[in-house]
């Protein structure tokens, strides 16, 4: 059945409308088409990736270099794009899906493979006229070249559009020469094209260019030495500095001053795909963490017995499990809505855009969610294997290295946390999306007496879903309240809009979880979905301490007196379960079922 306009929510939307489970795509939901895509991407990385992982550790650039080249011959580099421009012109899903399975072998590679086929492909894919696309995204496509972005600057970084590299029009009109210095360029080592942003005299915003790179005639391009960096060692990060090269006007992106929105959406996109790329290292982390755990034995017992490391499977399971219920839900949503939009009579190139457009909040949360989850888990996975976790001989530290990038590239944490609250509140103030309707009904509910009856929570996350409908009335009285009270300067107040994105953030992560596992439930069973169920239930457990932790701490900041008393009592009735899940028999069925499994089962 086709989805239509009304079947899907528009980005944002999960906050006020209620979702059915039916209505979410799973990882369960994989097509026959996408499990030979995942099958086909997961052999690769164990033949490519892992079998050499020591040499990626020791700084093999031309390693990396040559994996990528392979992975254009397979096909991999373009997923996403177009048939028309030697593509396997894939959906969404697919798209995530590859980003998936191919990045858990390092963070070396899956940078080298995030950056070339977002960033570096993506402005041209998105945003280049036909012959653009058709001299450039081919070579891209099948991995005769590769792409670098070239936005951040020494003085420019989380500020982007700030940048001081500038493009002057010759005399004739016929080019551009560009001059200034580029910072942190992931595969400049490698690339022979760069999406370089520039000023143009004192415009407002920059400017993107296609800019090619030849070694052998560089055009006034000279990089730095690599970068000596903390993890993803055999990743190319480089200085790139431009000293009057030249770039044919015809190789303008977009317009003029159009660079500062060609960044932004480049990396709206490259956000979701970064989440993607944090999930299959995240399975692996635990899998490796359980065989070890299993194996180790201490105090005559494998350690896996221990509740203290049982603790530490079943979360780290948990978490993995909503990234990627969370991750395929928002990658089917983004696909659906670039379909709708095609049928409607977009291009491809528009529908696409609008498509990620519209669910950039969704982009940023699981951004900051899975980006904070992997290194978590890393973090515990040494834990589990004590003084060896922290060996170099051992997997372990490698990951939790690789991993701390996450939180940094495709804007930082902080940046994304508030743009997922500042986006929101620009979608409300359009209308995309009605959240003063439902924050008024939750002021009201707060001045009435609370009901004292006791629902039936017999059904299966009867009373989990009730719960996500509470933290949703949690976020539109903590945000709702701050913005009644500091209007467009609540900008001003970073604190309370990162408390409201952690509010946010759980919301989608935790309901993500459930609604899966209720769809899986309907439709495998629920003793088939046992352990899926404990996971659920225990993600939303943590999410709903972290809401009320958070919601607190803004309610106090910025209420006073009797409006506090309120919020601080409404706080209390939304964040109370009538009754509490038994979470240490929870943890014990999930790290029961991976011992068992001796993996990552789900
Ligand atoms: C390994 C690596 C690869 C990279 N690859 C690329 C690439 O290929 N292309 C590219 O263009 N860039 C790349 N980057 C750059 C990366 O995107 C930036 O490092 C990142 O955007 C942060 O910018 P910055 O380092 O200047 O930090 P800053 O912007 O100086 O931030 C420092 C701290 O201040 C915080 N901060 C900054 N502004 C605010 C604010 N307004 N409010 C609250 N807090 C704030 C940040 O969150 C951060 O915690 C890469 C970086 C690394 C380390």
Redo the contacts with the bound molecule.
């Keep these: 059945m086709e989805t239509t306009e009304k079947d899907i929510l528009r980005g944002g939307q999960f906050l006020v409308k209620e979702t059915k489970c039916e209505d979410v795509f799973t990882p369960e939901d994989f097509s026959e088409e996408q499990k030979m895509m995942k099958d086909a991407v997961m052999e690769f990385n164990e033949r490519e990736i892992i079998a050499h992982k020591p040499r990626f550790e020791a700084k093999d650039y031309a390693l990396t270099e040559e994996v990528m080249r392979k992975a254009g011959e397979l096909g991999f580099l373009g997923v996403a794009v177009p048939e028309a421009y030697s593509g396997l012109g894939m959906g969404f899903v697919s798209t995530c899906l590859t980003c998936d399975y191919i990045s858990s072998g390092t963070g070396s590679f899956s940078?080298a493979f995030g950056?070339h086929t977002g960033?570096g492909t993506m402005p041209i894919t998105l945003y280049g006229t036909e012959e653009q696309k058709q001299k450039y995204v081919p070579k891209l496509a099948t991995g005769e070249w590769f792409g670098?972005?070239?936005?951040?600057e020494p003085g420019a970084?989380?500020?982007?559009n700030s940048g001081k590299t500038t493009a002057e029009l010759s005399a004739d009109g016929k080019s551009y020469k560009i001059n200034g210095q580029?910072?942190?360029?992931?595969?400049a080592g490698f690339c022979s094209l760069m999406i370089v942003f520039a000023r143009i005299e004192d415009d407002k915003n920059i400017t993107g260019f296609i800019v090619e790179y030849d070694k052998d005639n560089p055009n006034g391009i000279t990089l730095g030495e690599e970068?000596h960096?903390l993890g993803?060692r055999a990743?190319s990060?480089r200085q790139v500095f431009f000293n009057d090269t030249v770039v044919p006007v015809e190789n303008m992106l977009a317009g003029r001053g159009e660079g500062f929105k060609i960044a932004m959406n480049a990396l709206n996109v490259g956000r979701i795909k970064l989440a993607a790329a944090c999930l299959d290292s995240q399975r692996r982390i635990l899998t490796t963490a359980v065989q070890y755990a299993n194996e180790r034995k201490q105090f005559k017992t494998p350690i896996s017995e221990f509740g203290a490391i049982k603790v530490k499977l079943a979360e780290m399971a948990a978490s993995a499990y909503a990234g990627e219920s969370a991750t395929y839900r928002a990658a089917k949503n983004i696909e659906d809505r670039i379909a709708i939009r095609e049928a409607s009579g977009n291009t491809h190139q528009e529908a696409e855009l609008k498509g990620v457009e519209e669910y950039a909040i969704e982009c940023s949360i699981l951004k900051v969610a899975v980006s904070e989850d992997v290194q978590n888990c890393a973090d515990e996975g040494i834990q589990i294997f004590g003084g060896m976790g922290f060996s170099e001989e051992t997997p372990m530290e490698a990951a939790w290295r690789d991993a701390r990038?996450a939180r940094?590239?495709?804007?930082?944490?902080?940046?994304n946390r508030?743009l997922s609250v500042g986006m929101l509140v620009k979608k409300a103030m359009k209308g995309h999306v009605d959240l003063l309707g439902p924050a008024q009904a939750v002021q009201e509910e707060l001045m009435g007496i609370p009901s004292f009856d006791t629902p039936d929570y017999s059904e299966l996350f009867s009373e989990e879903k009730e719960m996500i409908k509470k933290l949703k009335k949690t976020f539109l009285m903590v945000a709702g309240g701050a913005v009644q009270k500091y209007g467009p300067q609540l900008e001003d107040h970073?604190q309370l809009l990162i408390a409201a994105a952690d509010i946010l953030i759980e919301i989608y992560m935790a309901e993500s979880a459930i609604l899966r596992t209720e769809k899986n439930a309907k439709r495998f069973g629920e003793e088939a979905q046992s352990a899926q169920i404990a996971m659920a239930k225990l993600y939303l457990y943590h999410a709903v301490d972290i809401v009320e932790e958070k919601g607190k701490e803004s309610i106090i900041s910025f209420a006073e007196g009797d409006e506090q008393r309120m919020m601080l009592m409404g706080l209390k009735r939304f964040t109370k379960y009538a009754n509490y899940p038994d979470i240490v028999d929870l943890r014990k069925e999930v790290a029961e079922k991976v011992k068992a499994e001796n993996k990552y089962c789900f």
Excluded: F
């Excluded at 580029?182 to 595969?187: A, L, R």
């Design positions: 940078t950056a960033i670098a972005y070239c936005l951040t970084g989380s500020d982007a580029k910072m942190w360029i992931s595969n970068e960096k993803i990743s990060t990038i940094i590239y495709e804007g930082t944490n902080e940046i508030m970073q």
